[in-house]
Antibody, heavy 123, light 112 residues
Framework: EVQLVESGGDLVQPGGSLRLSCAAS????????MSWVRQAPGKGLEWVSL?????????????FYADSVEGRFTISRDNSKNTLFLQMDSLRAEDTALYYC???????????WGQGTLVTVSS | DIVMTQSPDSLAVSLGERATINCRSS????????????LAWYQHKPGQPPKLLIY???TRESGVPDRFSGSGSGTDFTLTISSLQAEDVAVYYC?????????FGQGTKLEI
C-alpha cells in the first residue's frame, strides 16, 4: 500500500525558511516523479512543484515550479531514503497552506496523496 | 503553461438529480501516441486529502460509485454525477498531467 507521510510544517515568520519532508513507502520511490500541491485557507488546490524520478542518474533530476514559488522554493529527493523534500525560503503570508506530497502516476494515470502538513507564515 | 478552467464555480443540485461539471484546458491534453487524455477528476472534502475519482478522463478509480462518470477529449471534459447523494457534497477539481506542471482547475463547489 502506498503511504506518503509529510512532516515539517510549522509557524514561521515572513521572510523565514522551512523544510518539508515526505517519507514514502509501499512502492519503488526511485521510479516515480513526485510533486508538492498546496491549499491555502479558503482557496483551491495549487500545484507547487514536481521533481523527476531521478532513476539511475545521480547527477541531474528535472525540476519544475509554479511561478508563485519559482526562485524561493527548491524541491529535492533522496532516493536512498525514499524521501521527498521542499525547501521553502523567503516565505510570505500567501504561502500559508496545507502542503500535500503527491506520487506521480508513472504511466498508470493514478496519483496518490499524503495527508498534508500545515505551514503558517505569520508574525 | 496549460490553464484549466472549470464551470460553474458553484452548483446546487437536488438529491437524486444529475450534476454536471465542466473543465476546459487551454491546450489539448490528448497524447496522440497512446490516445489517452491526461486528465483527472478529484473530490475534496474538508479535513481530507483529495480523492481520485476519474483518471485518463474517463476511467473510474476502483471503489468509486458508478454514478460518477467522466467524458470528453482534447480540451473539453465533463464530470457527471448521475444521481446526487448527500455524501457527494464537496469541491470537485480537474487536473491535467499532460505536462510536468500539473495544473488544477479552480474548483467547483457542489451543494444540495
Amino acid at each position: 500500500e502506498v503511504q506518503l507521510v509529510e512532516s515539517g510544517g510549522d509557524l514561521v515568520q515572513p521572510g523565514g525558511s522551512l523544510r518539508l519532508s515526505c517519507a514514502a513507502s509501499g512502492f519503488t520511490f526511485s521510479n516515480y516523479a513526485m510533486s508538492w500541491v498546496r491549499q491555502a485557507p479558503g482557496k483551491g488546490l495549487e500545484w507547487v512543484s514536481l521533481i523527476g524520478s531521478g532513476g539511475s542518474s545521480i547527477f541531474y533530476t528535472d525540476t519544475f515550479y509554479a511561478d508563485s514559488v519559482e526562485g524561493r522554493f527548491t524541491i529535492s529527493r533522496d532516493n536512498s531514503k525514499n524521501t521527498l523534500f521542499l525547501q521553502m525560503d523567503s516565505l510570505r503570508a500567501e504561502d500559508t497552506a496545507l502542503y500535500y506530497c503527491v506520487k506521480d502516476h508513472g504511466g498508470s494515470g493514478r496519483m496518490n496523496w499524503g495527508q498534508g502538513t500545515l505551514v503558517t507564515v505569520s508574525s | 503553461d496549460i490553464v484549466m478552467t472549470q464551470s460553474p464555480d458553484s452548483l446546487a443540485v437536488s438529491l437524486g438529480e444529475r450534476a454536471t461539471i465542466n473543465c476546459r484546458s487551454s491546450q489539448s491534453v490528448l497524447y496522440n501516441s497512446n490516445n489517452k487524455n491526461y486528465l483527472a477528476w478529484y473530490q475534496h472534502k474538508p479535513g481530507q486529502p483529495p480523492k481520485l475519482l476519474i483518471y485518463w478522463a474517463s476511467t473510474r478509480e476502483s471503489g468509486v460509485p458508478d454514478r460518477f462518470s467522466g467524458s470528453g477529449s482534447g480540451t473539453d471534459f465533463t464530470l457527471t454525477i448521475s444521481s446526487l447523494q448527500a455524501e457527494d457534497v464537496a469541491v470537485y477539481y480537474c487536473q491535467q498531467y499532460y505536462n510536468s506542471r500539473h495544473a488544477f482547475g479552480q474548483g467547483t463547489k457542489l451543494e444540495i
